[in-house]
Structures are given as C-alpha cells and as structure tokens.
C-alpha cells in the first residue's frame, strides 16, 4: 500500500485524465468530499456523481502542486488548478486537505474562492 503523500499525490495526477470512475476509487466507500464554498457529499458513488457533473464540462486539465505536507493520516495540498471550462482557460489556487484511512480518501476538504473559478469559466 503506497504511504499517504503518495496516493494525494497519485490522486492530483489523475486528474488530468478526467475520469470519475478512476477518480472516486481514491476515495473510501464511506469518503467525503467538501468543496467548502458548497455542501459536503458523502459516499463514493455521491463523490463519483459530483466529479462527473463538473468534469462533464471540461476539456483538459493539470494540477499544479505547490506544496505538499504530510504527517500521519494527514495530507495538505497547496495546488493550481488549471483546466478548459467551455473552452475558456481557467487558473484556480486551492488547498486541500486530506484525511486518509487505510490508504483512501475518507475526507477530503478544498478551500478555494468560488468567484475567482466562476468568473474565469465566464470569460470575466
């Protein structure tokens, strides 16, 4: 089993494949995903969904990692998420934490700025 620092960063890579499927089973079947400007899903299939709904609208992504701190079941990830959104280019600094069991996601919290995604997905 790959220690923690190595799944997060395994799970930021895989990103740039854009699939939910691939994406959800970095997650325990009980994980949770919260995007802190929105309400927290719980569950893999829910995680799965929500991933779907909004990779749906991207052609390409690659996430930046800034920096990356782990200790125990704890892993922090400074990022820039960079992705088409609608064509249009998007730049978004993140952070996330991740709470990992057993060598999975079981809680995973990203704090970004909501309008700064919005307004580049519009062209603003």
Known sequence: MPDNETTVRNFISAWSRLDPNELSEFFTEDGVYHNIPTQPVKGRANVRALIAGFVGGWSDT????VTLV??????????????KVGGRAVALPCCGVFEMRGGKI????????MKTFVDAAQGG
Not at 62 to 65: D, I, N, P, T
Not at 106 to 113: I, P
């Open 62 to 65: 690659a996430w930046e990692l």
């Open 70 to 83: 782990a200790s125990g079941d704890i892993v922090v990830a400074e990022r820039v998420d960079r992705m």
């Open 106 to 113: 079981a809680v995973w919290r990203d704090y970004f700025d």
